[in-house]
């Protein structure tokens, strides 16, 4: 156990050291997390815990192939009291996206397609889709003919056109009313509807958050001729010793499911009732979306997130080629995209193939910190997950909460890791 001195010294550490230093780093001379950060991370973590905001969290970084970092606070299930754990399962929703990405771009490595293919060259579902234009004077949809084909880099970039907002004027009925994504539908049936669904948007011509990456799975069945269930546990989960990170949880795991939790204000928080936030895992549905369903333990997506950093292997198995990593690694958005959604919230970012992709420093102390050349995603119910390759870092948070990180773990996290913001000026 350390010595109380250690810790005063540490604190001290904190408070004086970094104004030494025109940036300051976590990194000792080997570049290992020093101890100084640790209690910084410690205490950042505890803190959204203390404050009634989130009832658990917990991370894990590894930095040049070593574990620097795993801690956990708070509880996973309040209710029960029990504690939020390395083995905990949680939901991961968006954090599936980089997954299906991966296998996807298996099938690119193997030769099955081209990024600037057309969609509707692998699946003619798409291949009369149209673009909203408003209603005419009776309240009927005017349709147009896209300016140019629905590629593949459209929909691993979120530039295809889809709509997924039910409070689209107009065409929010019309995506209602289709029910592409309903859990009941195979992954067939929901690219028929979705292809007889008119485009919120011309394929490229701006960047919007849908399911461009449901769309994924579906060319992953189409061009591998096996269920996207059945092929990214054999291309991906099971050749990295993933074997937790699946998309229905059996009776004998249930015990460490994380429950979900509703934020309401301020120390304001209400735990869900299991029927109402887990029926997407306790049963086998029809749909595997490759935009979401899959849960996850810390240590199984850890592994995910180091076979990026190490550019495709991982303990002497390839997923993909070095060079393929650092494609999807590699921002794809065009000058010309310039409505964006939510993105620029992320940072001076762009996005890759299924990743948001760093491209500049943080210009605010408001922003979320990083490095230029890290890649990252999160999930809805505020996971994080980022790779950091000049540091050669991952690092993986769980949590559980909604609405989507209103707190700032994800920026009080970020800070925690690499320190506060500096101009450099």
């Given amino acids: 156990m350390q010595s109380k001195s250690f810790y005063v010294f540490a604190v001290l550490l904190l408070l004086f050291g970094s104004c030494k230093e025109d940036k300051p780093s976590p990194y000792t001379e080997n570049g290992i997390l020093n101890e100084v950060v640790k209690i910084r991370i410690d205490s950042t973590l505890k803190k959204f815990v203390d ?15 070593k574990e620097v970092y795993y801690n956990a606070f708070g509880f996973a299930d309040q209710n029960a009291q029990q504690p939020m754990g390395r083995n905990t399962i949680v939901q991961i929703y968006s954090m599936t996206k980089p997954i299906t990405g991966t296998a996807l771009m298996t099938l690119y490595d193997a030769g099955k397609f081209e990024l600037d293919d057309p969609v509707s060259k692998y699946a003619p579902e798409f291949a009369d889709i149209k673009v909203y234009a408003g209603e005419d004077t009776q ?68 960047w919007e958050y849908g399911p461009c990456v449901d769309v994924q799975a579906f060319l992953v069945e189409r061009i ?19 074997n937790e990170t699946r998309y229905f949880v059996p009776e004998e795991d249930r015990d460490r499911f994380s429950a979900m939790y509703l934020r309401k204000g301020e120390g304001n928080l209400m735990q869900l009732p299991d029927e109402q936030s887990k029926s997407d895992y306790l049963n086998h549905w029809p749909l595997t979306r490759g935009g979401s369903g899959l849960t996850s333990t810390l240590d199984n997506y850890m592994r995910f997130a ?51 992709v760093r491209l500049k420093p943080p210009v605010s102390a408001e922003e979320n910190n990083g490095v230029v050349g890290e890649f990252f995603w ?48």
């Fill in 224 to 242: 591998s001729g096996q269920t996207y269930a059945d092929y990214v546990r054999e291309h991906v989960l099971t050749p990295l010793e993933m």
């Fill in 51 to 65: 404050s009634g905001n989130i009832a658990g969290v917990s991370a894990l970084i590894f930095e040049k192939d």
């Fill in 306 to 356: 180091r076979m990026l950093v190490h550019k495709g292997s991982l303990d002497s198995v390839t997923i993909l080629k070095p060079e393929t990593v650092e494609l999807m690694a590699t921002n794809q958005l065009a000058d010309s995209v310039k409505e964006r959604s939510f993105l620029p919230s992320k940072g001076q970012v762009g996005f890759g193939i299924d990743f948001a």
């Fill in 378 to 425: 999160d999930g809805a119910a505020s996971t994080l997950f980022w790779v950091d390759p000049v540091n050669e870092l991952t690092a993986v948070l769980f949590v559980q909460l909604f609405p989507y990180d209103q707190i700032g773990l994800h920026k009080g996290f970020r800070d925690a890791v690499y320190g506060n913001f500096e101009t450099g000026n």
């Fill in 139 to 206: 309240g009927q949809p005017i349709l147009e003919t896209p300016h140019r084909p629905m590629t593949i880099r459209d929909l691993t970039r979120h530039t295809a056109g889809f709509g997924r907002n039910s409070d689209i004027p107009g065409l929010g009925k019309l995506i209602s009313e289709a029910d592409a994504l309903n859990r009941e539908n195979t992954l067939v049936q929901m690219a028929e509807k979705m292809g007889n669904t008119p485009l919120y948007f011309h394929p490229g011509e701006r």
